[in-house]
Antibody, heavy 117, light 112 residues
């Protein structure tokens, strides 16, 4: 069965750090670009970052540059998002997604990140 | 950056009737390879988004043929030929031509 399972979300204070993980199964992880997308409560979707198959190319939304780091471990079928200097506006559900044929064709169930004092 | 604009914001529909959602991009989404990097997603209540249409007009695996995507350049349309109760949720368009990748604001489809 094809699956993407995120973990690592939680409640943190502004300025703190948090690391998210996404473990995939059911497909050859190393063949696909991957991405993180977030959704603020009651709002729409925002692309956060993506990474190519061998982690040599990484792209970020402007608000994440310098604070978030996307990475992957193909041997562990895992995608990561390390978030530092978290802000209240980073509060969201974070989804990992597989990129294929010019779209995000598979999504995880999401993990909630709450940044609040 | 490419801005995606969807309309309408809300769409009450009658089961069995057709429905149409519009999406406009601030720049052409046509790649030099000839493909248009526009996708449509449906997020049903309490669920993650699911892919409906990719590269402008290709239906994703398992998507009923009631759903179709059309358009070119900067203007795109998602059509549902006959709406069913299970089609309710928020529909998003998304451009994947260049970073930062961007989504439309969403169209909430609900049954009248």
């Amino acid at each position: 069965e094809v699956q993407l399972v995120e973990s690592g979300g939680g409640l943190v204070q502004p300025g703190e750090s948090l690391g998210l993980s996404c473990v995939v199964s059911g497909f050859t992880f190393s063949n696909y670009w991957m991405a993180w997308v977030r959704q603020t409560p009651g709002k729409g979707l925002e692309w956060v970052a993506n990474i190519n198959t061998d982690a040599t190319t990484k792209n970020y939304v402007e608000s994440a540059k310098g604070r978030f780091t996307i990475s992957r471990d193909n041997a562990k079928n895992s995608l990561y998002l390390q978030m530092t200097s978290l802000r209240v506006e980073d509060t969201a559900v974070y989804y990992c997604a597989r990129s294929s044929n010019g779209a995000f064709d598979l999504w995880g169930q999401g993990t909630m990140v709450i940044v609040s004092s | 950056d490419i801005v995606m604009t969807q309309s309408p914001l809300s769409l009450p529909v009658t089961p069995g009737e057709p429905a149409s959602i519009s999406c406009r991009s601030s720049q052409s989404l046509l790649h030099s390879n000839g493909y248009t990097y526009l996708a449509w997603y449906l997020q049903k209540p309490g669920q993650s988004p699911q892919l409906l249409i990719y590269l402008g007009s290709y239906r994703a695996s398992g998507v009923p043929d009631r759903f179709s995507g059309s358009g070119s350049g900067t203007d795109f349309t998602l059509k549902i030929s006959r709406v069913e109760a299970g089609d309710v949720g928020v529909y998003y368009c998304m451009q994947l031509l260049r970073t930062p990748l961007s989504f439309g604001g969403g169209t909430k489809v609900e049954i009248k």
